[in-house]
Antibody, heavy 115, light 107 residues
Framework: QVQLVQSGAEVKKPGASVKVSCRTS????????ITWVRQAPGQGLQWVGW????????KYAENVQGRALLTTDTSTSTAYMELRRLTSDDTAMYYC????????WGQGTLVTVST | DIQMTQSPSTLSASVGDRVAITCRAS??????VAWYQQKPGKAPKLLIY???FLESGVPSRFSGSGSGTEFTLTITGLQPDDFATYYC?????????FGQGTKLEIK
C-alpha cells in the first residue's frame, strides 16, 4: 500500500534551517511528484512547493521562494524539504503528499521556530 | 498567482442535511480542482479530484461539480463523521493554492 512517512518534530531558533524528509513506499516514486503543504497552528492549508520525482523540476510558493529547497533521492524514494532563514511565521505542521492530486499524505512534521 | 475564494467559512447543519460549499477561482482553471476533508490533528483526506471525480473509498454522498472558475462540493445526507473542515485546492500549472477552508459544525 502507498505510504508516506515523515521525519520527526523539530525545534529551531530563528535564522536556522530545517530539513524534513518524506520517505515513500508502495508505488513507483519517479512516476509522481511530491507536494509540500504547511499549516500554522489554528490556520488553513498553505501550499509550499512541488517537485517532480521524474526530472526534479520544482515550483515554489512566492512566500518561500529563495528560502525553500525541495529535493529527492530516487535511490531511497525519499523527498526532502529544506527551509532556511526560519522565522516564527514558519512555525507549522508540514505535510508531504503525492502529486498531482495529493491522494496520499504523510503524517506531518511539526516545525517550531522559537528562541 | 491564482486565488481560491471559498465560502462559507463556517456552516452549521444537522445530520441528514444536504450542504454545499463553493470555491471561486480568480481565473479559469478548467477542472483542476480537488476537495479535501480535514479533522483535528490529522492530515487532509482527498475526497474529489478533477472537480467531479470521487476518490476511491469515499462515500457517494460526496459529490463535486463545476468548471472554469466556479466549483461546488455537495454532501447529501450528512453523517456524524462528516463534521470537519473542508478545503478546495486548484492544481493547474503546478502552482497550487487552497481555499481558506469551511468548518462544518453540528447545529
Amino acid at each position: 500500500q502507498v505510504q508516506l512517512v515523515q521525519s520527526g518534530a523539530e525545534v529551531k531558533k530563528p535564522g536556522a534551517s530545517v530539513k524534513v524528509s518524506c520517505r515513500t513506499s508502495g508505488y513507483t516514486f519517479s512516476n509522481y511528484g511530491i507536494t509540500w503543504v504547511r499549516q500554522a497552528p489554528g490556520q488553513g492549508l498553505q501550499w509550499v512547493g512541488w517537485i517532480s520525482a521524474y526530472n526534479n523540476n520544482t515550483k515554489y510558493a512566492e512566500n518561500v521562494q529563495g528560502r525553500a529547497l525541495l529535493t529527492t533521492d530516487t535511490s531511497t524514494s525519499t523527498a526532502y524539504m529544506e527551509l532556511r532563514r526560519l522565522t516564527s511565521d514558519d512555525t507549522a505542521m508540514y505535510y508531504c503528499a503525492r502529486n498531482p492530486s495529493a491522494d496520499f499524505w504523510g503524517q506531518g512534521t511539526l516545525v517550531t521556530v522559537s528562541t | 498567482d491564482i486565488q481560491m475564494t471559498q465560502s462559507p467559512s463556517t456552516l452549521s447543519a444537522s445530520v441528514g442535511d444536504r450542504v454545499a460549499i463553493t470555491c471561486r477561482a480568480s481565473q479559469s482553471i478548467d477542472s483542476w480542482v480537488a476537495w479535501y476533508q480535514q479533522k483535528p490533528g490529522k492530515a487532509p483526506k482527498l475526497l474529489i479530484y478533477k472537480a467531479s471525480f470521487l476518490e476511491s473509498g469515499v462515500p457517494s454522498r460526496f459529490s463535486g461539480s463545476g468548471s472554469g472558475t466556479e466549483f461546488t462540493l455537495t454532501i447529501t445526507g450528512l453523517q456524524p463523521d462528516d463534521f470537519a473542515t473542508y478545503y478546495c485546492q486548484q492544481y493547474i500549472f503546478y502552482s497550487y493554492s487552497f481555499g481558506q477552508g469551511t468548518k462544518l459544525e453540528i447545529k
